[in-house]
């Protein structure tokens, strides 16, 4: 989710440029600079050429689309911009692209992260930070980054901002860069924040984070405390609603073996949509779930969607039973589930995976290559799936299937699906199955709304040659074209 406008972005290259040197400072902070601007327009309050004209509603959506060095030097120009440029609605929001670089004669990320929390901290309510370490990172590089992300931290506590949503996304932990006690240092800074703004928190995302399970118990602990503290309190606001922990720990943590991850998540009793990892999942993660959602008469719990991220390295073997399911349904009655699986080919392991009691709206298969001859991904489209066909909204297939045509039993799955509002395909399919899907969507009253597909054809499989087709249909304007 995007939680700022093109101006609002603080990044690397932006710092390379010099574009944000006069971030750290904010109108604010250049007092200074500002009284003397005012003696020099004190005569004049507001800039020729008809801005004077401009209500103070427009001028903020002008202002809006400025980058931060050219909203440090607007807020000179007069006191009527400089009262401008200090409106909250113009720092509500606020990304950072974080990298550990430091380029010799620029301010550092640490500076500048410290100076805009210290300075515009206050407004603040939406903060997303993407952690973007080079490929080749030193040590030192990952020890820039921890510092700067401290420095953000306390300046937003010391500042008294209170956020509602706030994303700490790709920190990779995993990787050799951080160091023990970086790594540790890193862990206990983000879990002191939470614990510190998770009173008004509703939406949070940690995905990419790559903890290992110690660290990632620590961070959640933080949170469940703010969550049980508020749920013991009675009150009827307050709460996370939205929480997204895909990737949040190592690949090869297995998760769903330890009660304690289960635990801590039954304390999110306001949840109305959750990302994990499946390596998460198991019976007693399903069981705290739909135990912690707050009945409200018929209503059910809260919890609307659940988002399953199915990765081929990560653990995903674990057996979950049906009943658990359906007992999860039975207290969240609106829930649906969305199902991300990439590089998995093992149809008895989806089997497993893909219980017929789970309410599966959204299915998405990618990177799975089906080229070996004795791997047939057949049972998918013809056992799987159809047991979702009166709730499947959207289907989203990329898969290398040059050895096994699945044209029919594709075709027969669309079909069969009443609810199937988008379709995205990627695969070794005949154009006649694009020919017959084109005349169902015509002559029938298909749910399909749109359809995007880049068909693959060989025409030698010993040469691997083949032909492309793409093809974007709307159900009222159908269009066909080939490259």
């Not at 006069?22 to 327009?41: F, W």
């Not at 998918?380 to 009166?390: A, E, K, M």
């Not at 691997?464 to 304007?477: C, G, P």
Request: hydrophobic share 35%.
């Amino acid at each position: 989710m995007s939680l700022h406008t093109p101006s609002e972005s603080v990044s690397s290259e932006e710092e390379q440029n010099g574009t944000l040197e006069e971030s750290a400072e904010s109108p604010d902070s250049s007092s200074g600079r500002h009284e003397q601007a005012a003696d020099v327009s004190e005569g004049d309050e507001s800039p020729a050429g008809g801005w004077d004209l401009l209500p103070d509603v427009c001028l903020q959506h002008v202002l809006v689309w400025l980058g931060d060095r050219d909203r440090a030097r607007a807020s000179l120009v007069c006191r009527r911009w400089h009262r401008a440029t200090r409106s909250p609605a113009l720092w509500r929001s606020r990304h950072f692209r974080l990298t550990g670089r430091c380029s010799p004669g620029r301010c550092s990320e640490h500076d500048l992260a410290a100076g805009y929390a210290r300075s515009l901290g206050a407004f603040l309510e939406e903060l997303e930070v993407l952690v973007a370490l080079p490929y080749r990172c030193r040590v030192t590089m990952a020890r820039r980054l921890q510092l700067a992300l401290r420095a953000l931290f306390q300046g937003l506590c010391g500042s008294g901002a209170r956020l509602r949503s706030l994303s700490v996304r790709n920190l990779q932990l995993q990787r050799d860069a951080w160091s023990r006690s970086t790594r540790n240092a890193v862990v206990h800074n983000l879990a002191h924040f939470l614990g510190h703004m998770a009173t008004h928190l509703l939406h949070l995302s940690l995905g990419g984070c790559r903890m290992t399970l110690a660290h990632g118990l620590k961070v959640l602990k933080a949170l469940a405390r703010t969550q049980q503290h508020l749920n013991s309190s009675g009150g009827k606001s307050g709460g996370i609603l939205s929480l997204d922990l895909e990737g949040f720990f190592a690949p090869s943590e297995p998760v769903h073996t330890h009660p304690p991850f289960s635990q801590l998540l039954g304390h999110f009793h306001r949840l109305e949509w959750l990302s994990l990892s499946y390596s998460c999942v198991s019976d007693e993660l399903l069981e705290a779930l739909g135990s912690s959602q707050q009945v409200k008469g018929r209503g059910g719990g809260s919890l609307k969607c659940l988002r399953l991220k199915c990765h081929n390295e990560e653990p995903h073997s674990q057996v979950v039973w049906e009943q658990a399911w359906a007992s999860l349904v039975q207290r969240c009655p609106k829930l649906c589930v969305e199902f991300d699986v990439e590089g998995i080919t093992n149809v008895d392991r989806l089997q497993r995976i893909l219980l017929p009691r789970v309410p599966l709206v959204s299915f998405t298969m990618s990177e799975c290559n089906f080229s070996e001859q004795d791997v047939n991904p057949k049972p998918i489209f013809r056992d799987i799936l159809p047991h979702f066909w009166c709730q499947l909204q959207v289907l989203s297939v990329e898969i290398d299937n040059c050895y096994q045509s699945v044209d029919e039993e594709l075709l027969e799955l669309v079909m069969m699906c009443s609810q199937l509002d988008s379709l995205m395909l990627n695969a070794y399919l005949e154009l006649s199955f694009v020919e017959q899907l084109l005349e169902y969507c015509q002559h029938t009253s298909c749910p399909i709304r749109s359809l995007d597909a880049q068909i693959l054809k060989d025409k030698d499989m010993h040469t691997h040659t083949h032909t492309h087709t793409y093809v974007h249909l709307h159900i009222n304007t159908l269009s066909h074209t080939n490259t």
